[in-house]
């Protein structure tokens, strides 16, 4: 592959973007792309890019990609009088001499920067990965580089797909300023599951068995005043919050079986929004069309609990 023109009139691209984009789009491997600086000669007037080039290499035996840039290499950082001796002077020397001083500071200089190509080469190849590596972490929607950063010091977050997270990353901020706020939080819920989210606090009914509540009324001698016991007749009743999911369909109602990461992430959301000491209840609504029994191994409305039920 030998990129001709790699750039245009109004361009001017690194050789590591390119380099970057090519391993991205798949078309190279980063093994097999080469940067060599060709010298600061022409760098004033000219693009970052000389030339782009196709090789066989002879110890890999497979076809390279040469990039050769407008820029200083470590023989054009370092003193001259490292390789070449110094010039004859120009009034006791002939012109065919010059001529063949000329050509040999010529050969001296080709060797010199094939023996700091290797390092030359090393030194860009890290540089292309650290372009590539930030090329994906501004395309968060498409790769987990970013992500990622955020996963290591937030495990429980694992539970969360890429999209789910990008959405939680402009929330985190501003979770401490909308706790207990149900319109935003059912808004957040809606556009992470991708489902219509109803929340709404409503007081507990108290659905306990007579028996068990005659086991909790205060005996004499047995209370103690603002522990177990108060003064008075007034009961206070607490309040529980609901959450109407769905409709929904039976593929859907399957994701949020108990165990399945739609699951985990609806705890995780809920425990940041939502007071600990706040009693949740859940409830998935099937639509129409998926209220129907269908038997089969790979029949989605027979789970039992919870895409069917058993009645009369």
């Known amino acids: 592959m030998i990129l001709k023109q790699p750039n245009q009139l109004d361009t001017d691209y690194k050789a590591v973007t390119l380099a970057a984009e090519l391993i991205e789009q798949g078309l190279i491997s980063a093994d097999d792309v080469i940067i060599l600086p060709a010298g600061p000669q022409q760098r004033a007037y000219a693009k970052d890019i000389s030339e782009v080039s196709n090789y066989t290499s002879e110890y890999r035996n497979r076809q390279m990609l040469a990039i050769h840039v407008n820029r200083e290499g470590l023989y054009d950082m370092l003193p001259e009088g490292l390789f070449h001796q110094p010039p004859a002077s120009s009034v006791m020397i002939t012109e065919q001499a010059m001529i063949k001083d000329i050509a040999i500071r010529r050969e001296e200089e080709k060797q010199a920067r094939a023996f ?10 890290t540089r292309t990965i650290i372009e590539l590596y930030e090329s994906r972490l501004d395309k968060k929607s498409t790769y987990h580089e970013l992500v990622n950063i ?20 402009h929330v985190l901020p501003v979770i401490h300023e909308q706790r207990n706020n149900l319109p935003f939080i059912s808004n957040i819920l809606s556009i992470m599951f991708k489902v219509n989210v109803d929340m709404q606090y409503q007081l507990c009914t108290n659905t306990a068995p007579p028996q068990e509540m005659k086991a909790l009324e205060t005996k004499l001698g047995t209370g103690v005043l603002g522990v177990n016991f108060i003064a008075g007749q007034v009961y206070e009743q607490e309040q529980e919050l609901i959450i109407n999911i769905g409709p929904l369909t039976a593929a859907q109602m399957l994701s949020f079986l108990p165990g399945t990461r739609s699951a985990e992430a609806l705890d995780v959301l809920l425990s940041y929004f939502i007071p600990l000491s706040t009693t949740v209840n859940t409830s998935y609504l099937v639509g129409p069309d998926d209220q129907k029994m269908v038997l089969g191994f790979d029949a989605e409305n027979a789970c039992l609990g919870f895409t069917t039920y058993l009645g009369v």
């Open 150 to 169: 955020f996963l290591k010091e937030w495990q429980e977050f694992k539970c969360f797909d890429n999209g789910q997270m990008l959405i939680l990353m």
């Open 116 to 125: 700091f190509a290797p390092l030359e080469a090393e030194l860009y190849h």
